[in-house]
């Protein structure tokens, strides 16, 4: 029954009309804050590409973690910067590191909030690459065990969930196997599964200081001309053991998350990437566009496309967004 008959606009009429047939909704469990950790005391300094966001020493994170907790954020996702970098990265397994340091007050702090943790190497490593490096080449088998190691010494201090995003291949497998032979078989892993070689990344990087030193990361991240490869991807990194799966970033790969939803049942998560917070900050500034209608259009999308949970810069607006409403 086409027109005159059928008119979809009957449905639009009202704000009440519209919110009972409104198909995707975005909550506040959906959320997950990104959160920067240095080394050192008392420091809380604003990043500079990415305005509202600091970066915090272990001691300053406490008045942070009531605040995400007060806004009914469940869970935050930890990035640590070391003072000091070797060829191997290996201030990444430092009990006393500020990823190890982070967790164990979080945990002591706020119990309820729940601790995931980035395991790759790039931030700790001199020459910014994600595994260990022979001349120009990033080897795979040998980074490995670095991983195993991170992975190892966050959960020891506490993470609810450990988050591989380096793209080594066979990564999930080892740490999955390292967690379990240490007595962490109840430890999800969230795998960055199908993660881009992206420039939507640059703020991040200025962020964490992990732009690699000569190079760039296409030898071990995904081409983004990709779809098929994404779905292997993701497969792949189930049958490892992923308890989540990642498709990262969000924005400019709604078509990838749409096929990795329909070709699997785990839950999904799409990390909405630096660049993408920062062009929407950038441009409102400017007055060019509603920064916070364009923030909840965007973390829409990404629901609608199919992702179950959402890391973002935004959350902390958004929550704020949504508890208003
Ligand atoms: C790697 C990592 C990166 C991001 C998250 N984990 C950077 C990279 O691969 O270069 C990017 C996140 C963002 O841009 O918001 N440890």
């Given at each position: 029954m086409p027109y005159p008959e059928e008119r979809l606009r009957r449905l639009r009429r009202t704000e009440s009309l519209r919110r009972l047939v409104q198909e995707t909704t975005l909550t506040r469990d959906d959320l997950v804050y990104p959160l920067f950790v240095v080394e050192g005391r008392a420091i809380r300094e604003e990043i500079s590409s990415l305005p509202g966001l600091y970066r915090f020493s272990a001691d300053r994170l406490a008045s942070e973690a009531d605040e995400i907790q007060e806004l009914g954020i469940p869970a935050v996702l930890l990035f640590g910067i070391p003072k000091r970098k070797d060829p191997q990265g290996?201030?990444?397994?430092?009990?006393?590191?500020p990823v190890q340091q982070a967790i164990r007050l979080l945990k002591r702090h706020a119990p309820g909030l729940i601790v995931m943790t980035d395991v790759c190497l790039c931030e700790y490593t001199s020459h910014g690459h994600c595994g260990l490096v022979q001349g120009a080449e990033v080897l795979n088998d040998p980074t490995l065990e670095a991983l195993c190691r991170m992975a190892l010494s966050h959960a020891e201090a506490g993470a609810d969930l450990v988050a591989p995003s380096?793209?080594?291949?066979g990564r999930i497998r080892a740490i999955r196997r390292a967690l379990d032979q240490a007595g962490f078989s109840h430890l999800p892993i969230m795998s960055y599964a199908a993660k881009f070689a992206s420039a939507f990344y640059g703020p991040f990087r200025e962020a964490a200081e992990?732009?690699?030193?000569?190079?760039?990361r296409r030898s071990y991240q995904m081409d983004p001309p990709n779809r098929r490869e994404a779905v292997r991807e993701v497969l792949l990194d189930i049958e490892e053991g992923a308890d989540i799966v990642m498709v990262k970033p969000a924005l400019a790969y709604l078509d990838i998350l749409r096929e990795v939803r329909n070709a699997c049942r785990h839950p999904l998560a799409a990390y909405n990437v630096s660049g993408e917070y920062a062009m929407v900050k950038a441009a409102a500034a400017r007055g060019w566009i509603d920064g916070g209608r364009v923030m909840m259009e965007i973390l829409l999308a990404i629901k609608r496309a199919g992702a179950d949970l959402l890391i973002t810069y935004f959350a902390k607006e958004a929550a704020r967004a949504l508890r208003a409403d």
């Open positions: 290996s201030t990444a397994w430092k009990k006393n590191g380096d793209m080594m291949d992990s732009a690699p030193a000569f190079g760039d």
